[in-house]
T-cell receptor
Framework: SQQGEEDPQALSIQEGENATMNCSYK?????LQWYRQNSGRGLVHLIL?????REKHSGRLRVTLDTSKKSSSLLITASRAADTASYFC???????????FGKGTMLLVSP | DAGITQSPRYKITETGRQVTLMCHQT?????MFWYRQDLGHGLRLIYY???????DKGEVPDGYVVSRSKTENFPLTLESATRSQTSVYFC?????????????FGSGTQLSVL
């Protein structure tokens, strides 16, 4: 079963705009991770935020975590065409000791 | 510098045939994973391994077999392929348990079962 669910399923913006993707999860987590997948490629880790953190930055990426709402958001500022990809959140599933991924948000950044 | 490699990149097979997907990592990571990616389902865990000779089922293990005789290799075998196993398969590895460690993914194997 899916632990995380991303919203929206698809997002289309212009270069220079900000992109925000949301992730909701069901059970308590130790941390939450975000990954990017370019078309036809494997996933690449972007950022990990622990349950005791509220916000984390990495370059143009900003991730927030609200454990009371069981949700996280990924903000990409000043988007570029190269940011076009699918973005997934992942968290530990209480049934296993492994990561469970959401279905992803497909981001299209137009020049 | 190879990291984690999967082979083959593309595979076409027929129903009922046995097929093995290979995964090799050069980092000596303890954990290795197999996921399948399908439209509408995202990534789903098939099997994982915490170390050589230790494997465990994931969310969708039926119809698959894994082995891990060496730390660096984690092959996935479809014993009798079915059309429902048409998918993109990703191998991944991590230093420790996936909950606290990031995963490194291979480029995937696109499998078509006719």
């Amino acid at each position: 079963s899916q632990q995380g669910e991303e919203d929206p399923q698809a997002l289309s913006i212009q270069e220079g705009e900000n992109a925000t993707m949301n992730c909701s999860y069901k059970t308590s987590i130790n941390n939450l991770q975000w990954y990017r997948q370019n078309s036809g490629r494997g996933l690449v880790h972007l950022i990990l935020i622990r349950s005791n953190e509220r916000e984390k930055h990495s370059g143009r990426l900003r991730v927030t975590l609200d454990t009371s709402k069981k949700s996280s958001s990924l903000l990409i500022t000043a988007s570029r065409a190269a940011d076009t990809a699918s973005y997934f959140c992942a968290s530990m599933n209480s049934g296993y000791s492994t990561l469970t991924f959401g279905k992803g948000t497909m981001l299209l950044v137009s020049p | 510098d190879a990291g984690i490699t999967q082979s083959p990149r593309y595979k076409i097979t027929e129903t009922g045939r046995q097929v093995t997907l290979m995964c090799h990592q050069t980092w000596s990571h303890s954990y290795m994973f197999w996921y399948r990616q399908d439209l509408g389902h995202g990534l789903r865990l098939i099997y994982y391994s915490a170390a050589a000779d230790i494997t465990d089922k994931g969310e969708v293990p039926d119809g698959y077999v894994v082995s891990r005789s060496k730390t660096e290799n984690f092959p996935l075998t479809l014993e009798s392929a079915t059309r429902s196993q048409t998918s993109v398969y990703f191998c991944a590895s991590s230093i420790g348990g996936a909950g606290d460690e990031k995963l490194f993914f291979g480029s995937g194997t696109q499998l078509s079962v006719l």
